[in-house]
């Protein structure tokens, strides 16, 4: 059976961009992998978090995961910083990635100009620790949003750069990035992606855990575009955003939507798709709460365990490549 491993960040909440993007495929696709899903903790200190939640924040994590669907009789669901393989083998691939391939990452580039000063240098180095995370378990494919393409490649460079120099040891993976829903936009400008960390935009933002009375004034105050036809149409980016919303939501297709809302106002689809959005929510909310707390700690335990004796025999394979084996005798 093929591989596949994925994470998400213990960091803010989690939006209906990070679902209809990332979550939803992994739910999808677990069943027809040998799956690995991680609450990547390490990732989420390189900007600095209050050490008190971060422990509450990776267990909520887990909880999503598990409310949205991914089943940890299927998948193994685990914590990063529960298996120490993934800094160790990040360290080794800091040694074969180059600076001026790290300096090229948009999303550094970001931090940097946003920033400056204050950027550290897990910053820089995060795509090596996303690319250790994919290779220690020989992962065939990774499904993520469109904003983590360039790490992606980035990974795949290292794979192979890493294999030709040391010997056959890493699979180079290929991302999973779906047609539809790979960058979900903010309800508050369109011209930005939906993001947790982006601090103003909190009313653009669907937070999974948010209460209906939020999401119906987040979609009544959603922007729109000029023109009052409600269709699907890559140049008016607000509108199409709205509607590829609907569709993944209700699995309507593009053609059973526009008939339905033809004629009608923006007022009408805002008002339909709160509706939808809080029925989709509400199941999500209820299992959220209903996992017990010992039988969490159980499948992290479980999941750590499984992905720790994978992850070990990469990272041996990787050392003896490097020759870091073998000194003591
Ligand atoms: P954010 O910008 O909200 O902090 P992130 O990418 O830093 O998001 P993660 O929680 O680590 O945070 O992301 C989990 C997954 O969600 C990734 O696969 C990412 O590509 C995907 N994702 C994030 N934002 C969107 C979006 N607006 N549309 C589609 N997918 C997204
Ligand atoms: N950088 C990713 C999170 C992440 C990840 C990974 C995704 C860390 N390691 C390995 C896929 C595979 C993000 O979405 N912000």
Redesign the pocket.
Known sequence: MKRIF????P??N??L??Y????RNWVALQRDYESFFCI?NL?AITAPQDPKMVAAKTRELARIYLAVGIDPNVSTVFVQSDVPAHAELTWLLNCVARVSELERMTQYKDKVRKHEENVSVGVFDYPVLMAADILLYQTDLV??????KQHLELTRDIAIRFNRDYGQTFVVPDPFIPKV?????SLADPAK??????EESEAG?IMLLDNDEAVRRKFKRAVTDSGTEIKFDESRPAINNLLTIYHLLTNKTPAEIEEQFKGKGYAALKQELADVCIEFLKPIQERIRSIDDDKLSQILEQGAERAEAIAQLTLNHAKKGLGLIGARS
């Open positions: 994925s994470g998400a960040q960091t803010g989690v939006h961009g990070n209809l993007g990332a979550l990547v990732h499904p993520v949003g469109e904003d983590q829903g790979a960058r979900i936009m992606k939906m993001s947790k960390s982006d933002c």
